[in-house]
């Protein structure tokens, strides 16, 4: 039976006047009983439509209310929905539909004209109320639900397949680490093609009768408004590191304002420990936390100040349910506070990709670990730090070197908007680091002055041997960085700075 949907029928029996959800774009409302009626009659259109189990829907839309139903509906019949990134090129999006290959397809104005059946999410909805409502229960929890696309930061997009049961756990992880209850309210405006958009965001709160607040996308001076208001009273909020700093750098952020959230929840890329300290030296919990497509939340700090600022930087403790193991190249355990590869195991984890069973094999074992293929320690604390992507270090004179580390370290340099760092050929060291930097306004580039500032903070064999301004970061949906792109990005710029950096310290040695 579908976990989910008996949580709902709970809530719509017992608060049925409660408010669900409130759609920030159309100010449409729903309490806990229209919201019940209302994914039962869309799950009843759709199959009007002719989907049935094992059949998929594919969505094209910017955040609302009715995504999250269209959703629940297609669980309900054992359809799986497929919420695709409108921020992608058209021939990226036919790609992905057509991986999909789904029965239906659903969107807004971004819909692109296609030549199978599709309709807009608005005509649909409408058709939906004239509908008789199909009662829950009928799809088994192990049924996948969902197949959501990877941000594909290094090449092509792959399927990630979740059941309810995978879901469920995953709002229950966060229900209980992000201190949910039937009274929070959570701020949704990260892309519902994300699994914080769709599922960290929505699930946690349906699942203990809370309320969510759909909001079409980020805006920061409008985010802030709606975090600060005493009318909405949002509780809980989620955004990348990149957006929390947009929030601080608007002119009217009032800390006073933001004292009533539970905390904001970041992730998703490296967090500056003085910039998780700026938060809560203001009274703010800014809660970092570790998850993937593949495996909803993994770990998250307690929503504790003195706790934060003690491990600013840290993804925090293993959600419960996850058991986490570092290892080194060689496959062996590493010890505590050693730096590896990081391998998960738990009920959250997706059981592969849609349609690739050696991408599958590549990276989950017989056992059901999940290879994340993220450089991670786990200090004697239990507490997860995340140190970069393995597919993003490099290894410069035998060194491993961590982009992720330089980019911390100049998180607050004077004039640097954002910046990053991949690793180019180099004759003498193999691979050394060039960085990309987006200067503010009229900023002009000082190489000597940057490489003195990194001097003091990380090793000289860590420094990069490049420097080239760019006028933004290449991102995918999710707002990660795509480097790859960077990196044939810098390669078409050519003419970088040289660093001219001192000579190397003898770690710097050749292997």
């Known amino acids: ?10 809530h719509a029996r017992e608060r049925p006047e409660a408010l669900v959800a409130h759609d920030l774009t159309s100010d449409a409302r729903w309490t806990y009983a229209e919201f019940a009626t209302s994914i039962g009659q869309f799950a009843a259109l759709l199959q009007r439509h002719g989907i049935g189990a094992g059949d998929r829907v594919a969505s094209i839309a910017k955040n609302r209310v009715e995504l999250v139903i269209l959703h629940l509906a297609c669980a309900r019949i054992g359809a799986l929905y497929a919420p695709l990134n409108w921020r992608l090129a058209g021939t990226e999006i036919d790609t992905l539909v057509d991986d999909a290959e789904p029965a239906l397809l659903i969107g807004d104005e971004r819909l692109p004209h296609r030549a199978f059946n599709d309709t807009s999410i608005a005509e649909f909805a409408q058709a939906a109320r004239r509908e008789s409502t199909v009662e829950g229960g009928m799809s088994r929890a192990e049924f996948p639900s969902l197949l959501l696309y990877t941000s594909g930061t290094s090449g092509r997009p792959k399927g990630v397949v979740l059941s309810e049961r995978h879901i469920w756990q995953t709002g229950a992880s966060f229900s209980r680490c992000g201190r949910v ?25 349906l699942l203990q009768g809370g309320t969510i607040l759909v909001s079409d996308g980020f805006l920061a001076d409008r985010t802030l408004a709606r975090l600060g208001s005493a009318s909405l009273g949002v509780t809980h909020y989620f955004c990348v590191p990149q957006m929390a700093a947009m929030l601080r750098a608007e002119t009217s952020f009032d800390p006073a304002s933001l004292r009533s959230l539970t905390a904001i929840f970041s992730g998703g890329a490296p967090h500056a420990a003085d910039a998780i300290r700026s938060w809560c030296h203001d009274g703010i919990p800014i809660v970092d936390g570790f998850g993937m497509s593949e495996a909803g939340t993994v770990s998250c700090m307690p929503i504790d100040i003195p706790s934060i600022m003690a491990r600013a930087g840290s993804a925090g403790l293993l959600a419960d349910e996850i058991q986490a193991v570092i290892r080194d190249e060689a496959g062996s355990r590493c010890p505590a506070g050693a730096a590896g590869e990081l391998f998960i195991k738990g009920p959250s984890i997706t059981g592969g990709y849609w349609r690739q069973p050696d991408a599958t094999r590549a990276v989950i074992d017989e ?20 140190i970069d992507r393995k597919k ?22 004077p004039g640097i908007i954002e910046c990053a760092v991949v690793g180019v050929p180099d004759d003498r060291w193999g691979e050394v680091g060039h960085l990309a930097v987006v200067l503010k306004g009229t900023h002009t580039l000082d190489v000597l002055a940057i490489t003195s500032f990194l001097s003091s903070r990380i090793a000289r064999y860590k420094i990069p041997k490049h420097v080239s301004v760019i006028a933004a970061l290449p991102r995918n949906g999710a707002g990660k960085i795509r480097k790859h792109d960077l990196r044939a990005m810098l390669g078409e710029l050519g003419g970088a700075h040289d660093s001219t950096r001192t000579p190397p310290t003898e770690s710097h040695q050749l292997l």
């Open 367 to 386: 056992e059901g670990w999940l290879r994340t293929g993220d450089i991670a320690r786990l200090d004697h604390d239990g507490y997860l730090w995340l």
């Open 392 to 413: 993003d270090m490099f290894i410069s004179g035998g060194e491993n070197v961590y982009p992720a580390e330089i980019e911390t370290a100049l998180a607050h340099y």
């Open 1 to 10: 039976m579908n976990a989910t949907a008996d949580r709902l029928a709970h």
């Open 181 to 205: 209850t039937s009274r929070s309210v959570v701020l949704c405006d990260t892309p519902m093609f994300h699994v914080i958009g769709l599922i960290t965001n929505v699930r946690p709160a």
